[in-house]
């Protein structure tokens, strides 16, 4: 993007480094100190503060725009410098930033003017994922906030009024990096299995896996099912001799369905016992269910059990 401010900003480094007139110019480029927030954590930045690689001045930059209510729009922005300056109307702030000689630190070099520019509500650079960022722990915590609840955050703890789609994106984004992709949920369900069974000696976890259809491909997850040894200990010794079983479709991109069994306990509560997660809800599934319960069932109380099911067709 050409500019009107392009025949200056181009120089910016030239004239610095130009500039005879400042003798003690370089010994405070090298004195600068690293950035760090203020105790209360806002952001000031100052000339000759330095940072770490040039995404990290950039966030940093992010940050004090949302603060100060501003937006800046870049003059240049290349792997070697950056110039920005504020938009507001006849505000005159800008600030000039390159790499240092190692190559990867970023120091500022210059900031001039003075803002006096109006307070932005919706601020641009307030991006979904700046918000994701800087509510994370929140929406970690609390993962069922509503898109009011983070809009009121933003609003206390920011002054910035975003839209809902905006927020949406902030929360789906915080919910993704806590909970994972489904993908790689599955690449690690036969490490999560083995820590099951090495944390929680005597628990019971199978995992059947198809065959892949060609070499070089990896299994494909067909189904599973999960008694933790607790649950095994206290239906076998404080449970009634009485198990319902049922399943539920499960929601979400793969599907499929979960079966479950409870027991009943002296208080008639109901007691989790085991789970399966199973594509469909198949005879040939509830066979798997069944014979996998079976092996947690004590031999000698075998026969003594009753079941109680919706009866369920494939059971028929
Ligand atoms: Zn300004």
Same mark, same amino acid.
């Given at each position: 993007?050409?500019?009107?401010?392009?025949?200056?900003?181009?120089?910016?480094?030239? #004239?610095?480094? =130009?500039?005879? $007139?400042?003798?003690?110019?370089?010994?405070?480029?090298?004195?600068?100190?690293?950035?760090?927030?203020?105790?209360?954590?806002?952001?000031?930045?100052?000339?000759?503060?330095?940072? %770490?690689?040039?995404? =990290?001045?950039?966030?940093?930059?992010?940050?004090?725009?949302?603060?100060?209510?501003?937006?800046?729009? &870049?003059?240049?922005?290349?792997?070697?410098?950056?110039?920005?300056? *504020? $938009?507001?109307?006849? *505000?005159?702030?800008?600030?000039?930033? =390159?790499?240092?000689?190692?190559?990867?630190?970023?120091?500022?070099?210059?900031? +001039?003017?003075?803002?006096?520019?109006?307070?932005?509500?919706?601020?641009?650079?307030?991006?979904?994922?700046?918000?994701?960022?800087?509510?994370?722990?929140?929406?970690?915590?609390?993962?069922? #906030?509503?898109?009011?609840? %983070?809009?009121?955050?933003?609003?206390?703890?920011?002054?910035?009024?975003?839209?809902?789609?905006?927020?949406?994106?902030?929360?789906?984004?915080?919910?993704?990096?806590?909970?994972?992709?489904?993908?790689?949920?599955?690449?690690?369900?036969?490490?999560?299995? $083995?820590?099951?069974?090495?944390?929680?000696?005597?628990?019971?976890?199978?995992?059947?896996?198809?065959?892949?259809? *060609? $070499?070089?491909?990896?299994?494909?997850?067909?189904?599973?099912?999960?008694?933790?040894?607790? *649950? +095994?200990?206290?239906?076998?010794?404080?449970?009634?001799?009485? %198990?319902?079983?049922?399943?539920?479709?499960?929601?979400?991109?793969?599907?499929?369905?979960?079966?479950?069994?409870?027991?009943?306990?002296?208080?008639?509560?109901?007691?989790?016992?085991? &789970?399966?997660?199973?594509?469909?809800?198949?005879?040939?599934?509830?066979? &798997?269910?069944?014979?996998?319960?079976?092996?947690? %069932?004590?031999?000698?109380?075998?026969?003594?059990?009753?079941?109680?099911?919706?009866?369920?067709?494939?059971?028929?």
């Amino acid at each position: 993007m050409i500019s009107d401010y392009d025949d200056f900003v181009m120089d910016e480094d030239e #004239i610095f480094e =130009s500039d005879s $007139e400042d003798d003690d110019k370089w010994e405070r480029v090298y004195d600068g100190r690293f950035w760090e927030p203020e105790p209360d954590g806002s952001v000031t930045l100052r000339q000759w503060d330095m940072f %770490i690689d040039k995404a =990290s001045f950039l966030d940093v930059v992010r940050d004090y725009m949302v603060q100060e209510g501003i937006y800046m729009r &870049y003059l240049k922005n290349e792997p070697t410098r950056y110039t920005g300056k *504020c $938009e507001g109307k006849s *505000c005159d702030w800008r600030i000039h930033a =390159s790499l240092m000689p190692d190559g990867v630190t970023f120091q500022v070099k210059t900031i +001039k003017g003075k803002h006096s520019c109006k307070r932005l509500l919706d601020n641009p650079a307030a991006t979904y994922s700046w918000i994701a960022r800087k509510l994370f722990d929140i929406v970690r915590a609390e993962p069922n #906030i509503s898109v009011k609840g %983070i809009s009121k955050i933003l609003m206390t703890k920011y002054n910035l009024h975003k839209n809902a789609n905006t927020i949406w994106r902030a929360k789906v984004k915080i919910l993704g990096l806590v909970k994972g992709k489904h993908e790689e949920g599955f690449t690690l369900l036969a490490k999560y299995t $083995e820590m099951i069974k090495a944390s929680n000696p005597g628990s019971t976890c199978f995992i059947k896996w198809n065959e892949p259809i *060609c $070499e070089g491909i990896r299994p494909v997850f067909c189904r599973m099912f999960m008694c933790f040894n607790a *649950c +095994k200990e206290g239906f076998l010794s404080g449970c009634r001799r009485f %198990i319902g079983v049922d399943g539920t479709h499960l929601k979400g991109v793969y599907k499929g369905v979960l079966l479950t069994a409870m027991g009943i306990d002296a208080q008639n509560h109901c007691f989790p016992l085991a &789970y399966s997660i199973v594509a469909v809800e198949n005879k040939e599934n509830w066979a &798997y269910f069944f014979s996998s319960l079976r092996a947690i %069932i004590r031999d000698d109380l075998a026969g003594q059990y009753t079941f109680i099911s919706d009866r369920c067709k494939v059971f028929l």
